[in-house]
């Protein structure tokens, strides 16, 4: 499964963007998919995740009520909501592909991955 992530770019403080991840094959909607962010020099970080009917979704603690993660499998594409953005969420941001059944908070337990998209906010 070849993934690709869209929608990132600069926005101010308070701001919303919303990224897509877009997945090369039908075969996508039997993945769940996680979205991952990295600052430079850190390692990935989990932000998100739903499983592959889209029915059980996940969230890191810093993004609760701020990020919705939803699923469109007819559209083969994950989408991450981003609302009142905060300096901190400045990263790279990545989409990931599991077909594990659980753990998809750990980036080990992602099969494919796609490239990263910027997210920069500025205040």
């Known amino acids: 499964v070849q993934l690709q992530a869209y929608g990132g770019g600069l926005v101010q403080a308070g701001g919303s963007l919303r990224l897509s991840c877009v997945a090369s094959r039908r075969s996508f909607s039997s993945y769940a998919v996680g979205w991952f962010r990295q600052y430079p020099g850190k390692e990935r970080e989990f932000v998100a995740a739903?499983?592959?009917?889209?029915?059980?979704?996940y969230y890191a603690d810093s993004v609760k009520g701020r990020f919705t993660i939803s699923r469109d499998n007819a559209r083969n594409t994950v989408d991450l909501q981003m609302s009142s953005l905060k300096l901190e969420d400045t990263a790279v941001y990545y989409c990931?592909?599991?077909?594990?059944?659980?753990?998809?908070?750990?980036?080990?337990?992602?099969?494919?991955w796609g490239q990263g998209t910027q997210v920069t906010v500025s205040s």
């Open positions: 739903v499983n592959w009917r889209g029915g059980r979704k």
């Open positions: 990931a592909a599991s077909g594990k059944g659980d753990g998809y908070t750990t980036p080990t337990v992602y099969d494919f």
